[in-house]
């Protein structure tokens, strides 16, 4: 599949991620965590910045995720680090909902 330089990607179904879950999905070759915090939804790099393991199997407290291997933190919202281990903040993606499809921003 060929991108332009931007283009929405519809990621998953609103129905498939109840508030406060998080699911894993592919934004063509990347990784992206989609989290549904209070109805709103917010998407993230799934790859741990400290370690390589997918956010999307940790745990979603609020608007921060909890990496399962060594229990480092972000902010969902903006992708910021919360403390060791993390070294670096997460990329976050644009997100929208059109029609009941959650759609991320490819840049």
């Not at 879950?21 to 989290?35: M, Q």
């Not at 060594?70 to 993390?86: D, M, N, S, W, Y």
């Not at 976050?92 to 029609?99: D, K, L, Q, S, Y």
């Amino acid at each position: 599949m060929t991108y332009t330089d931007e283009e929405w990607i519809s990621v998953a179904k609103t129905d498939d991620i109840p508030p406060g879950s998080v699911l894993g999905a592919k934004l063509g070759e990347i990784d992206v965590a989609i989290y549904n915090i209070d109805g709103e939804f917010f998407s993230t790099h799934n790859v741990c910045t400290h370690a390589y393991v997918l956010l999307s199997n940790g745990w979603l407290e609020g608007d921060v995720i909890e990496c399962p291997l060594h229990g480092g933190q972000f902010e969902v919202k903006t992708g910021r680090g919360l403390g060791a281990p993390i070294i670096c903040d997460l990329q976050t993606f644009a997100t929208r909902v059109v029609g009941g499809e959650i759609q991320v921003l490819r840049k």
